[in-house]
């Protein structure tokens, strides 16, 4: 008797202890993945987040030197001011910073401490604030991208000279502006804001973003009704048959095809064959629906798939027409499982890239788009294009959009695990 | 003798290369209760399926023979299948209210019928289906609570307030009380005595008391054939096939 008392707890002690391995397997398993998500979040936070604020100097802009009167600014309609030849004036205000230079060679290095578009800077200055320029004016200058990765400390300035980008007397310069408190910090406004630019300094990731919520909007406005209506019809209405179940075949493949392949589709039959307009957020809202399509299909024929059937049994019973129990009791309690996908599927098209180089959205746009007809980027493909470049001020900014992007995905898990939450019927 | 509402003349029933029903020929009286009995897959469920055509949901579901009630066949190629099931409610094993408040419930049969023209008709016909299936005290406070918060006897009556909501002449009860505890089921049983009073009731059921209980005639189904069917004493007591003896003593099914 005790014999086999002992040899159940022996084999449950065995039981138990084999047990507690599986799990230990499983957390390690789980902080392998959990880690590696962490590394990759740490170094692109670690690298990106500088291009969040940006350098700018500070620069005394004599008005009067312009104008003889700083009051007849108010006057002036901005083409006039557009018109005033500004360079020269601009590039003398520049000058002021180290009166003492002589050497043209010297005065040009110290303008380059600028960013190019130091003179439409200060005209936009000019600009907005016409109504009250005083006879001398304080801006802040963008600093180049070189004075701006010294100031962050992403350049090494120890290197020999003609390793370089930024020469000696041009640190000399920037030192004893720092030195003289003409070196400062803002939030990188800008880069929220413009198009991209061949200066890093001026690229700015508001171009991409308008162009992906716009890419993001005719996926959705083509795919969320198609695809729903599609689910609804295979699920509810198709009769099961050969042809039905060649079309659900089909469907499963199409949403094992390679992106790359809808983004040829693209290029041969919506570009060349009905001549939409290349590089335009339309036609990279039609590749990707076709991508996300069946993400969707599939997920909303899941969901009508697990409303019970006693409930269109129930409103068929009261006279409800097919049409009516589908539309009125299944859908309605289908559709937050049907969001979800929508939202999971967007996700996927919003992080698309490859498709989207094929049908031109690789090209280099400056203007922020208007509409989903012009020609534009989207994040992804902005990330890609800016990987390419050398300038150490498009790596911080790669890392940037990546963390834009990485943001937006979360916003929209986050907002499907809501949807399921609020909406989900308790049975 | 009561009047006839219900007449099934040779029915089979195939389900695909399956027969599910050989040769069914029985009616059923106005205003009463007619209970279907017999062992599990015997087509007793199926039986009542045809009489407001569910089957119909069924692709491979073949109906041959002739259902008429009140004389008119219901499988006539004019006859809308939506106008029928107006007339021939039906309740089902599982409570099925859909996850909507009490009152839409209830108010969602005649809504789709155009059967009320002012909101207030609604509300009037929702608080009298609700009386009818004797659950309008327990839930009178909270109509727009959801229906699934109900406990199950209360959503099995729901589901007949949903049913007689579109003010039908018949009402099928597909095994209504085998998810229910028994003082639930007794409510229930008590209510289809009330409703007889103005429609006509066919349950299938497996609990033999039950039909012993409720139904003033009761068919015995086996195998997918009807084997009797008569009065419910006579069926009882002095049942004419042995089969039927077997069954109603407890020998089988």
């Known amino acids: 008797m005790t014999d086999r008392i002992e040899q159940r707890i022996n084999s449950l002690n065995k039981r138990l202890n084999s047990e507690k391995r599986f799990r230990i397997y499983c957390i390690g398993a789980m902080s392998f993945a959990l880690a590696w998500v962490l590394i990759l979040f740490l170094n692109i936070f670690s690298s990106g987040y500088s291009a969040f604020y940006r350098t700018v100097i500070q620069v005394d802009v004599p008005f009067l030197n312009l104008i003889e009167d700083t009051t007849q600014f108010s006057e002036m309609s901005s083409e006039d001011i557009n018109n005033l030849s500004m360079y020269s004036f601009s590039k003398k205000a520049i000058y002021r910073l180290f009166p003492d230079i002589e050497e043209k060679k010297d005065k040009k290095m110290l303008i380059r401490l600028f960013s190019i578009e130091f003179e439409q800077e200060i005209r936009e200055f000019l600009k907005s604030n016409k109504s009250n320029i005083n006879e001398a004016e304080t801006i802040y200058l963008t600093a180049s991208d070189d004075v701006d990765q010294v100031n962050k400390g992403n350049y090494p300035r120890d290197l020999d000279e003609d390793k370089r980008r930024i020469k000696d007397i041009q640190l000399l310069f920037f030192d004893d502006l720092v030195d003289r408190g003409l070196v400062s910090y803002e939030f990188n406004l800008p880069f929220l ?80 064959t009905f001549g939409l307009p290349r590089s335009t957020p339309l036609v990279g ?143 | 003798m009561k009047s006839i509402k219900i007449k099934a003349d040779n029915l089979n029933v195939y389900y695909g290369e399956k027969q599910a029903l050989f040769e069914v020929s029985m009616y059923m009286e106005e205003k009463q209760v007619t209970a279907l009995i017999g062992p599990s897959g015997c087509g007793k469920s199926t039986f009542i399926r045809c009489l407001n055509r569910m089957n119909d949901v069924i692709d491979i579901c073949k109906v041959q023979g002739k259902i008429e009630i009140d004389g008119n066949d219901i499988y006539a190629p004019d006859m809308h299948v939506e106008q029928l099931r107006e007339r021939v409610g039906m309740v089902f094993q599982k409570p099925n209210p859909f996850p909507k408040s009490i009152f839409e419930n209830v108010a969602y049969g005649p809504r789709i019928h155009g059967i009320a023209e002012h909101k207030s008709d609604l509300e009037e016909i929702v608080v009298t289906s609700l009386k009818k299936a004797a659950l309008f005290d327990e839930v009178k406070d909270r109509l727009s609570d959801s229906g699934t918060s109900l406990s199950g006897g209360q959503q099995q009556r729901l589901c007949i307030a949903r049913a007689i909501s579109v003010n039908p002449d018949i009402i099928l009860m597909d095994e209504p009380c085998s998810a229910l505890d028994p003082i639930a089921t007794a409510r229930i049983e008590e209510l289809m005595g009330d409703l007889k009073t103005e429609y006509t009731i066919i349950i299938v059921t497996h609990s033999m008391q039950q039909a012993a209980r409720v139904s003033s005639r009761t068919g015995f189904f086996h195998l997918g054939k009807l084997v009797e069917v008569d009065k419910t004493e006579a069926i009882f007591s002095n049942p004419s096939d042995q089969r039927t003896q077997d069954y109603i003593t407890g020998r089988f099914g």
Do not use: C
Not at chain 1, 211 to 218: A, K, N, P, R, W
Not at chain 1, 248 to 269: C, D, K, Q, T, W
Not at chain 1, 355 to 375: E, N, R, S, W
Not at chain 1, 382 to 390: I, R, T
């Open chain 1, 193 to 272: 804001m413009r198009g991209d630019s061949r200066e890093p300094e001026l690229a700015g990731v508001g171009g991409s973003i308008v162009g992906s919520l716009f890419t993001i909007l005719v996926v959705l406005i083509l795919s969320f009704p198609i695809g729903i209506f599609a689910a609804i019809y295979l699920e509810e209405f198709a009769p099961k048959n050969k042809v039905t179940d060649f079309i659900e075949i089909n469907i499963n493949n199409l949403a094992a095809v390679p992106s790359i392949v809808f983004g040829l589709l693209g290029l041969g039959i919506i570009l060349n």
């Open chain 1, 285 to 427: 809202g039609i590749v990707l629906s076709l991508m996300t399509l069946p993400t969707i299909i599939i997920a909303t024929r899941a969901s009508l798939r697990a409303v019970p059937p006693s409930i269109r049994e129930g409103a068929l019973a009261v006279g409800a027409t097919k049409m009516q129990a589908v539309m009125h009791h299944v859908v309605p309690v289908a559709m937050p499982g049907a969001l979800t996908g929508t939202i999971i599927g967007l996700a996927q098209a919003l992080g698309e890239t490859a498709p989207l180089l094929l049908i031109g959205m690789v090209a280099f746009v400056v203007d922020v788009p208007q509409t989903p007809l012009d020609a534009s980027a989207s994040l992804p493909v902005q990330v890609y294009l800016w990987s390419e470049s050398a300038e150490r001020g498009y790596v911080e900014k790669t890392s940037a959009t990546i963390m834009m992007l990485l943001g937006f995905l979360i916003l929209m898990n986050l907002a499907a695990v809501l949807i399921r939450r609020k909406f989900e019927t308790k049975w």
